[in-house]
């Protein structure tokens, strides 16, 4: 089958067009022939054009698996202005919050509220720490651990706690002694049914914002909380 090869300059006119998705297969047929610069450049382009587009259909999954190809795309080109690193970093955060209204559209705004919507948020700044999320939101009866992670070798059990403001209390403070007490069982029934041996600790991420207000989230992360430090 023959196929028609286009050159960089004839792909950027079809991005100019709008013509998106035919830009991009274009730039794929491209770069696996070629992956000098301007090929890679009229790559990278594309799948940017690409992703915004999936994000606006609320195609998530095929969004991220074009965001996993950006990075991995970045790692044999030139950047020497940071224009490209910097439009992966808007599309990282881009992502987030299209995860956010997926999971919003699926579960239902009474099911996914502020609290929800901070624990995803939580979520992906650990994961940027390097840390591996092995569970989100795990139940036993009454018991429930907001994230459990891996930090390293050791075990991490989160408490996520979100806030639209801080003008009526830090949210720290909502970790009290009682709240305390129940992450302790909570933590202890998690360690017994899967016989961890591991060092374990409890974290505490605060997250202050709303998703729809337009100001970046102030998140902030207690490592190994220990509750005299916030409660009297």
């Known amino acids: 089958m023959f196929v028609v090869i286009m050159t960089p300059k004839e792909i950027f006119e079809l991005r100019k067009l709008g013509r998106i998705e035919e830009a991009y297969d274009s730039a794929r047929i491209l770069y696996h022939n070629d992956k000098g610069p301007y090929a890679s450049s009229a790559m ?123 003008e009526f209390m830090n949210p720290l403070l909502a970790v009290d002694h009682q709240k305390l007490k129940n992450l302790r069982k909570a933590m202890n029934h998690y360690i017994k049914y899967h016989r961890i041996e591991a060092q374990c600790r409890l974290d505490v991420v605060t997250v202050v914002g709303t998703l729809e207000g337009g100001v970046k989230p102030e998140i902030n992360h207690v490592v190994g909380f220990n509750i005299y430090d916030y409660n009297t």
Request: net charge negative; charged share 35%.
């Open 44 to 166: 990278f382009w594309t799948a940017v054009d690409m992703l915004k587009m999936k994000v606006s259909e609320n195609s998530i999954d095929y969004a991220k698996q074009i965001y996993l190809a950006l990075e991995q795309l970045l790692t044999n080109v030139k950047d020497e202005n940071g224009i490209m690193h910097e439009t992966l970093k808007r599309c990282h955060d881009l992502l987030q919050k299209g995860e956010v209204r997926k999971e919003m559209d699926e579960n239902g705004p009474a099911h996914l509220q502020l609290g929800a919507w901070g624990e995803l948020l939580a979520a992906a700044y650990l994961r940027e720490k390097g840390y591996v999320i092995i569970e989100r939101d795990w139940h036993s009866k009454h018991r429930d651990i907001d994230i459990v992670a891996k930090d390293g070798d050791c075990f991490v059990f989160v408490e996520v706690k979100t806030r639209r403001n801080k």
